[in-house]
């Protein structure tokens, strides 16, 4: 019963960890199935958890602090989209530039403004989302197999981890069973075709990284206000490559999205199990290998254990209108 119990908290563990990921991803897919290749995935991200802890600690209200990390997550996207859309820049330049800057601007207005290193002051209880405990999970606690899946595997997380899970079907429907969504993978495969139908390839591109920039407001503020209680410069550690990654992996589909996310959510969660450890044959199992773990699983994957993944046939091109 122990060994089981020891199962459900790393799955739970596994859920939480997987979130920032998943939400990453989905708003990665948005933006790639309109032809947008975003690698500032990883810079929105960051600098929504530092708009979220901010706000955040200053107004003492969590709602103001996600709205924050929305809108801040939002503006940089329409950079992005002004930079490839409008501009016709290169995609993956300005991605990486959207991450240098993310990086670099949370330290300094950080440390400016608090004080302490570039991080925020830690988050009280309003300020930050708290787990939800559902209805009859505490008198069910004890019941034996039910009770720990209930207790702690469905019940306990915080209102964002319910709507990461919520998120996958909503893009599934959205992407597959929409006008928009035929028209969204339209412009990613043949745009010229969809102009030629009358539909602004411009405006769905915008429509679509603006999605992509709301998703990744929420995977911050997940960072610093709900698995976290502050903001710690660079916490998204890689995140948003990881999530790019997943969302290769699952050959842009959301519901393979969701399987790959929870996939290296769990190998982060075992990571932090086995991290100072003794396995049998192998001793002590070190701290650098098991944090590694994630990364090395993406370049295992990447590849050619997934098999081919072709993107989007218009994806990272600049779209030129016809005259």
């Known amino acids: 019963m122990e060994s089981f119990q020891s199962f459900i908290l790393l799955l739970d563990s596994t859920v939480r960890l997987s979130m920032p990921l998943l939400f990453a991803a989905l708003a990665g897919l ?4 309109s032809g947008i290749f975003d690698i500032g995935l990883e810079g929105k991200m960051l600098a929504a958890a530092f708009a979220a802890a901010a706000i955040g600690a200053v107004t003492g209200n969590v709602w103001l602090g996600l709205g924050a990390a929305i809108l801040v997550s939002v503006l940089l996207a329409l950079v992005h989209g002004f930079a490839c859309i409008t501009a016709r820049g290169n995609q ?4 990486v530039a959207i991450n ?9 207005i950080g440390h400016a403004y608090f004080q302490r290193g570039g991080r925020t002051p830690g988050l009280d209880d309003e300020a930050r989302f708290t787990p939800i405990t559902w209805l009859g999970a505490e008198s069910l606690q004890d019941v034996p197999i039910i009770g720990p899946i209930y207790f702690d595997l469905i019940s306990g997380h915080n209102l964002l981890v319910y709507i990461g899970f919520l998120a996958v079907p909503v893009t599934w429907f959205v992407v597959f069973r929409t006008r928009f969504g035929l028209r969204l993978r339209a412009v990613g495969e043949n745009p010229a ?12 591109r915008y429509q679509a990284v603006i999605i992509c920039g709301m998703l990744c407001g929420l995977a911050g503020a997940y960072l610093s206000t709900a698995q976290s209680a502050s903001f710690v410069p660079n916490m998204s550690a890689g995140k948003g490559f990881i999530a790019l990654a997943a969302l290769i992996f699952a050959k842009w589909k959301p519901v393979p999205v969701l399987y790959a996310c929870l996939l290296f959510g769990f190998l982060e969660a075992l990571g932090i199990v086995l991290q100072g450890r003794d396995l049998p044959l192998i001793g002590e199992v070190p ?12 370049v295992v994957l ?5 098999g081919r993944a072709d993107p989007p046939k218009a994806g990272g091109v600049p779209y030129v209108k016809e005259r």
């Not at 075709?193 to 769905?204: E, N």
């Not at 990447?302 to 997934?306: Q, S």
């Open 302 to 306: 990447l590849a050619g254990f997934i």
């Open 287 to 298: 701290v650098q290998i098991v944090q590694a773990l994630p990364y090395i699983l993406t």
């Open 193 to 204: 075709a969809v102009d030629t139908a009358g539909i602004s390839v411009t405006l769905m």
């Open 100 to 108: 240098f800057l993310a990086a670099g601007l949370t330290a300094l």
């Open 92 to 95: 993956i330049v300005s991605g």
């Open 30 to 33: 948005y933006s790639e199935r």
